[in-house]
């Protein structure tokens, strides 16, 4: 069955990096649209990022754009959350997501991920 896994979160302090792993297991994530969306304690979940089957990245939130990066690795099945200039703001519990045999990404998601804690702080 579908499965997905995070890891990679962390304490780390602003302006600093950090890379999550999304691995995917009980489809070929290759074949399909992955994305990126966090929850922040207290807020709603906000989707950030998704690559699509092409390898074609789309943005759902400005304020991460120039910041975070999303790549994936066939081989290992295996999508990742590439975060840069880390800011207080991007605390969260940062799942990742896949809709049922959907290559494009749109916004939604039918299976996730229990979540990696990423906290900012100095």
Same mark, same amino acid.
């Given at each position: 069955?579908?499965?997905?896994?995070?890891?990679g979160?962390?304490?780390?302090?602003?302006?600093?990096s950090?890379?999550l792993?999304?691995?995917?297991?009980?489809f070929?994530?290759?074949?399909?649209a992955?994305?990126?969306?966090?929850q922040?304690?207290?807020?709603?979940?906000?989707?950030?990022?998704c690559?699509?089957s092409?390898g074609?990245?789309?943005?759902?939130?400005?304020?991460?754009?120039?910041?975070?990066?999303?790549?994936?690795?066939t081989a290992?099945?295996?999508?990742?959350?590439?975060?840069?200039?880390?800011?207080? #703001?991007?605390?969260?519990?940062?799942?990742?997501g896949t809709? #049922?045999?959907?290559?494009?990404?749109?916004?939604?998601?039918?299976?996730w991920?229990?979540?990696?804690?990423?906290?900012?702080?100095?």
């Open positions: 069955q579908v499965q997905l896994v995070e890891s979160g962390g304490l780390v302090q602003p302006g600093g950090l890379k792993s999304c691995q995917a297991s009980g070929t994530a290759a074949n399909y992955i994305g990126w969306f966090r922040g304690s207290g807020k709603e979940r906000q989707t950030i990022l690559i699509d092409s074609e990245s789309t943005y759902y939130r400005g304020s991460v754009k120039g910041r975070f990066t999303i790549s994936r690795d290992k099945n295996t999508v990742y959350l590439h975060m840069n200039n880390l800011e207080p #703001e991007d605390t969260a519990v940062y799942h990742c809709e #049922e045999y959907a290559s494009s990404c749109s916004g939604g998601f039918d299976y991920g229990q979540g990696t804690q990423v906290t900012v702080s100095s």
